[in-house]
């Protein structure tokens, strides 16, 4: 007779990881400074935002790949870039012939009121996001189930189920932050309802 068994498959892995000290503060505030001065300077994002980023501002249509036009930000993708290595190696990827590469770099300011809705990041393998500017009770990034849209008949969820059963996770967002994950898992940013801008840099992979 075969003794009963429950096999936890398929896995949805979300990396996470803390900038902490002196010399993280300082560089920190670079990014801080760039950012906003790119949002200043930037008039095709800007237009590009008031249409589809309403309130925001997001370079993603017109600087989208910082890592090559500021050494600040070429810094942080030096620093990102063992961590995306880390994660591939988690997920047991054989990327021995062709390596991991970040493709696109880009600034988010939310200011209050500003949300980003569900999406994923096409043609990539993985996506990320590091938070420059968290101010208290700033929105976190929301991951939603990959196979939600198929619960047919299932029914809810208790209240204190574990985390590796619940249909929806919010990973919190604070300054020195950085989350990475697969690029096809659906993700979003609840509205920011703290009056003061959120400041984050999204980036994607690709081999």
């Known amino acids: 007779m075969v003794a009963s068994r429950s096999l936890a498959l398929f896995p949805?892995?979300?990396?996470?990881?803390?900038?902490?000290?002196?010399?993280?503060?300082?560089?920190?505030?670079?990014l801080l400074n760039e950012c906003r001065q790119f949002r200043d300077d930037d008039a095709g994002g800007q237009r590009w935002s008031q249409k589809n980023y309403y309130g925001g501002y997001t370079s993603y249509h017109?600087?989208?790949?910082?890592?090559?036009?500021?050494?600040t930000f070429a810094q942080l993708e030096k620093k990102l870039r063992r961590h995306a290595v880390a994660f591939a190696a988690e997920l047991e990827w054989d990327l021995a012939s062709k390596p991991l590469v970040m493709t696109?770099?880009?600034?988010?300011?939310?200011?209050?009121?500003?949300?980003?809705?569900?999406?994923?990041h096409p043609l990539s393998a993985?996506?990320?996001?590091?938070?420059?500017?968290?101010p208290r009770g700033s929105s976190g990034l929301k991951f939603e189930d990959p196979r939600l849209d198929r619960f047919m008949a299932a029914p809810p969820r208790r209240a204190d189920c574990k985390l590796e059963n619940?249909?929806?996770?919010?990973?919190?967002?604070?300054?020195?932050?950085f989350v990475l994950f697969e690029s096809?898992?659906?993700?979003?940013?609840?509205?920011?309802?703290?009056?003061?801008e959120r400041v984050s840099i999204s980036f994607n992979y690709a081999w």
Not at 166 to 177: D, N, P, Q
Not at 184 to 196: C, F, G, K, Q, T
């Open 12 to 30: 949805t892995r979300i990396y996470s990881h803390q900038w902490r000290g002196a010399a993280w503060q300082q560089f920190n505030s670079r």
């Open 62 to 71: 017109s600087l989208c790949r910082m890592q090559e036009l500021s050494p």
């Open 104 to 120: 696109d770099c880009w600034i988010n300011i939310m200011p209050q009121g500003v949300h980003h809705s569900g999406h994923i």
């Open 126 to 134: 993985v996506s990320g996001t590091y938070y420059v500017r968290t």
């Open 166 to 177: 619940r249909v929806w996770h919010t990973e919190s967002a604070a300054a020195g932050k």
């Open 184 to 196: 096809w898992l659906r993700h979003e940013v609840p509205a920011n309802s703290i009056h003061s």
